[in-house]
Structure formats: structure tokens, C-alpha cells
């Protein structure tokens, strides 16, 4: 699912500011833990392409966006804003990720 995270600090090639992320982990852990796991989104056309970014639509986002699926990361669920969109597209990014990290 897709939601607005609060990502600063940042360092580096991070991604900065209030910004929608995709919510990877289930809900059991994310209730366990108070954290998410997450992956960075943006509406930047990126140069690299699968499994390093993947092209969604049918998010309901304002703009065309793209997963940065090397850029996974946890965040408190406290720095979970409004629910902002569904996603019908995660086996797609959980995918990209396995060719990344290798399954």
C-alpha cells in the first residue's frame, strides 16, 4: 500500500521530504515492530530500469511514479502519514528486489 512517509533525515542519494512510499512488510510485523518496511518512490523518470526501478500505474497517485526498489528501507510507523493508495503491482516490486538481493 502506498502511504506518505517522513523520510528526513536523509544522507547521501537518499530521498528527502515528506514523500509516498510503498509498504512492503505485512501487517503482522508492522504492528509487532512499530516499523515498516518500505521502498522510496518517485515521479522522476529514472535511467536505469527494472530490477532497479519499476514503472507503476493504477496507483490513484497524482503522477506517473516509479519504485526505486534499491532504495528499500524502514521507517517508524510513526513516520507513516495518511494512506494514500492501493497497490495491485507488489509481487512485481517484490520480484524486482529477489533479482537484486538474489533469491
Given at each position: 500500500?502506498?502511504?506518505?512517509?517522513?523520510?528526513?533525515?536523509?544522507?547521501?542519494?537518499?530521498?528527502a521530504?515528506s514523500?509516498?512510499?510503498?509498504?512492503?512488510?505485512?501487517?503482522?510485523?508492522?504492528?509487532?515492530?512499530?516499523?515498516?518496511?518500505?521502498?522510496?518512490?518517485?515521479?522522476?523518470?529514472?535511467?536505469?530500469?527494472?530490477?532497479?526501478?519499476?514503472?507503476?500505474?493504477?496507483?490513484?497517485?497524482?503522477?506517473?511514479?516509479?519504485?526505486?526498489?534499491?532504495?528499500?528501507?524502514?521507517?517508524?510507523?510513526?513516520?507513516?502519514?495518511?494512506?494514500?493508495?492501493?497497490?495491485?503491482?507488489?509481487?512485481?516490486?517484490?520480484?524486482?528486489?529477489?533479482?537484486i538481493?538474489?533469491d
Amino acid at each position: 500500500m502506498f502511504w506518505l512517509g517522513e523520510v528526513d533525515p536523509t544522507l547521501s542519494h537518499e530521498q528527502a521530504r515528506s514523500r509516498p512510499v510503498l509498504v512492503l512488510s505485512e501487517d503482522i510485523f508492522n504492528d509487532k515492530s512499530s516499523m515498516v518496511i518500505a521502498d522510496a518512490l518517485t515521479s522522476q523518470k529514472p535511467s536505469a530500469g527494472f530490477p532497479l526501478t519499476f514503472a507503476l500505474s493504477n496507483t490513484g497517485l497524482p503522477k506517473r511514479s516509479w519504485v526505486k526498489i534499491g532504495q528499500i528501507g524502514t521507517l517508524s510507523t510513526q513516520r507513516l502519514g495518511k494512506k494514500i493508495a492501493s497497490d495491485e503491482e507488489l509481487e512485481s516490486v517484490i520480484e524486482g528486489l529477489n533479482e537484486i538481493i538474489g533469491d
